[in-house]
């Protein structure tokens, strides 16, 4: 029943967070998520891709050359 419990608070958790980082960037103008390479619409999305929840689909663009964004905490070109 503890395990239960634990898991239900984790997820809760981790709710709650998603929910505080959306809020943040819901706080940002047009101008500022477009200098980002991001529009309103993908927030969502890019957070997903972020966590490891979606597939990668956006590029970044790095000395020159594209590549794709990697998850948080992974660097890019890692192996």
């Known amino acids: 029943m503890a395990m239960i419990l634990i898991a239900l608070l984790q997820r809760w958790r981790a709710a709650r967070e ?16 477009r200098d980002l390479g991001l529009s309103r619409g993908e927030l969502d999305s890019w957070a997903a891709e972020e966590r490891g929840l979606a597939p990668v689909t956006r590029r970044r663009v790095r000395a ?15 192996h």
Do not use: H
């Open 18 to 33: 998603r929910e505080m980082e959306r809020r943040e960037w819901r706080l940002l103008d047009d101008r500022t998520l």
């Open 64 to 78: 020159g050359a594209l590549a794709p964004c990697a998850p948080a905490g992974v660097r890019a070109g890692a």
